[in-house]
């Protein structure tokens, strides 16, 4: 495990476990909100975002979670050598991103970009969370299946496996 992709829906958990796997095994994390944002917000020029993207998967090692532009993210998998989905139910994904929400009007949510508006980027979670069928689909699995032939591919579907991951998979 040294280049790892963390993705699925928002609000699913994919910082706090990229955060906690960091920790436990000293790889670099790069949140790609970080990179896709500037500090107030807005996103960042595409040219900039694709040279920086290309630098972290060009390093020897790396954690990176997030989407980001659908090309990028594809790379991303191709050069990963440790994939892990996130998939937990949608009525969860809902209940996360509602949940991180409330928590973030008193405090920043975990790999919150700096000068991001909690309620704006939970209004563009949900309509994203709501589109995502079209994407986070069974014709997604099959499109991961060949990516994922030579890597270690972990899916994780419930609140309990995502808690239990470092535990289970990081000796």
Not at 38 to 44: L, S
Request: positive net charge; hydrophobic residues 35%.
């Amino acid at each position: 495990m040294k280049r790892v992709a963390v993705f699925g829906k928002p609000g699913n958990g994919k910082s706090t476990l990229s955060k906690r796997l960091a920790s436990a095994t000293g790889i670099p994390l790069h949140p790609l909100d970080s990179i896709v944002y500037k500090k107030n917000g807005e996103q960042v020029d595409r040219k900039i975002y694709d040279e920086e993207h290309e630098k972290l998967l060009s390093s020897e090692r790396w954690i990176i979670d997030g989407f980001g532009p659908v090309d990028s993210f594809y790379k991303r998998l191709e050069s990963a050598d440790t994939l892990i989905y996130i998939d937990l139910p949608y009525l969860t994904s809902y209940w996360l991103v509602t949940k991180r929400l409330l928590k973030g009007l008193v405090v920043k949510p975990e790999g919150w970009p700096d000068g991001s508006s909690v309620i704006k980027g939970t209004l563009q979670s949900f309509k994203v969370l709501r589109l995502c069928p079209k994407f986070w689909n069974d014709s997604f699995m099959h499109r991961l299946e060949p990516i994922s032939a030579n890597k270690s591919l972990y899916v994780i579907r419930s609140i309990s496996e995502l808690d239990r991951f470092i535990d289970k998979h990081i000796k």
